[in-house]
């Protein structure tokens, strides 16, 4: 397997990929909360369609706008 370096040098780029690695993060970890939360209520795993529907009513919400 082969490993790919990037450097990346302090330019508006950098900005913008660095906002959109963090949001990532953001949606993974509450994504996570959100399964494991419904699974400790349940004992059920979410369908993917449910886990998207909680997403998307987060996305929507005023405090989510980034």
């Known amino acids: 397997m082969r490993t790919l370096t990037v450097?990346?040098?302090?330019?508006?780029?950098?900005?913008?990929?660095?906002?959109?690695?963090?949001?990532?993060?953001?949606?993974?970890?509450?994504?996570?909360?959100i399964i494991q939360g419904h699974y400790t209520e349940t004992g059920k795993l979410l369908d993917k369609y449910e886990l998207q529907k909680q997403l998307r009513n987060l996305r929507n919400a005023d405090e989510n706008r980034h």
């Open 7 to 33: 450097k990346l040098y302090g330019s508006d780029d950098f900005g913008y990929l660095n906002d959109m690695i963090n949001i990532a993060g953001i949606i993974y970890n509450t994504a996570l909360t």
